[in-house]
């Protein structure tokens, strides 16, 4: 990442995102934070709060970010079983998705777009067709209606809006070739976050096959690292891929034989 360069990240409030943001500003950049509460004491740089599941909010934002960002992090996101099927989807990919075109347009060849997936969202390709019909509504409203008629009230929205955040990656970086915009996608397996650490203290003693497999959750550091190079020019021919930032998770899973739930 450049001296100075611009970048903006969601979810910059806490976890991944904060993270993310911290070891940005630390390597120079200027870190515009997002996010639906306000900044907390450590930010540092600019602060806007927006709420990725309102259009309206998302829109108003854009007109207070710089005129030039160089990269954009995708980071903010509802977490699983945290709110009906649908509600997750239209954070996590709809909002998502709506927030970056508007970025995009300020944003100049050699730019960069990641996008914080999930080794949850693995199974993309098994749901694509699924996945290309949502994508090919072209309005937040109209992907919301879709999700409505699509999506059982009952399943759990977190891996459908991983797949489709990945889905959506890997179409939008050979859509966006001719603009010179990279678009890419992190698929972390468990990362130490507050959030995950308050959800492993609520099962305290049941065992989590995902830390088992690999032996410990990841640090919050160690994605931001990732995140950091695939923002950066060393990055600079890897576009439209979904990188495991797992410690060999997928890979265990795929040696087993036995696949994971979601994979
Ligand atoms: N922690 C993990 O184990 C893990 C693993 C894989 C992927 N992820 C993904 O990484 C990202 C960050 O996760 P985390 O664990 O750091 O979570 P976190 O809860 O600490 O951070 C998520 C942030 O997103 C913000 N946010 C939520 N809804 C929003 C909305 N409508 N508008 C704007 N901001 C909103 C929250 O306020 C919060 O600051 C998420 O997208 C998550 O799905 C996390």
Known sequence: ???????????????IGAGIAALLAARGATVVGLDRV???AAARG?????????????????????E????LCNVAGMHPRSAKAHEIVAVNYLGTRLFTECVASRMSPGAAILNMASVTGSGWQARFAMHR????????EAGLAWLRAHLEPASDGYAFSKEALIAWTVLTAAAWLPRGLRMNA???????TPAFLAF???????????????GRAGRIEEVARVAAF???????????????????????????GQGRAAL
Do not use: K
Not at 1 to 15: E, F, K, R
Not at 186 to 192: F, I, T, Y
């Open 1 to 15: 990442m450049n001296d100075g360069a611009v970048v903006a990240v969601t979810g910059a409030a806490s976890g």
């Open 38 to 40: 306000p900044a907390p």
């Open 46 to 66: 600019p602060w806007l709060t927006v709420d990725l599941s309102s259009p309206s909010s998302i829109r108003a934002t854009l007109n207070h970010l710089p």
């Open 68 to 71: 030039r960002i160089d990269a």
């Open 133 to 140: 019909e949502l994508i090919a509504c072209e309005t937040f």
């Open 186 to 192: 992190l698929a972390p397996g468990p990362v130490q």
């Open 200 to 214: 492993q203290a609520t099962r305290a003693g049941v065992a989590n096959p995902d830390v088992d497999l690999v």
């Open 230 to 256: 695939m923002c950066g020019e060393e990055s600079a021919w890897v576009n439209g891929a979904v990188l495991p930032v797992d410690g060999g998770l997928q890979a265990a899973y795929l040696a087993s």
